[in-house]
């Protein structure tokens, strides 16, 4: 599947984006932090961008780059798209 995504990506000038979310595992008595999609996705790609919350502002910090350095840049999620931050898009708590 990722060669495939890779030809397509190459064929018609496009990214491709896959997500493997963070899970845990219980190995030997205790949890641990595991790719839902195995150890193999995680050589499967140019870049490597790892989304997180830094207290209430989204982040995208650039993990593996072949021609970038690593940076994190705060960002928001919008009606519009993905936006560089602002400071009314906070994280939300659910109750």
Known sequence: ???KLMKLAKKYNMAVVI???ATTKHVEGSFHLSLALGDSWSHCYTNRVILHWNGDERNAYLD???SLRSA?????VTSEGIMN????HKR???T
């Open 1 to 3: 599947m990722a060669l």
């Open 92 to 94: 939300i708590k659910l």
């Open 64 to 66: 593996k780059s072949p």
């Open 19 to 21: 997500f493997n979310q």
């Open 85 to 88: 931050s602002a400071s009314n």
């Open 72 to 76: 994190s840049a705060p960002f928001s």
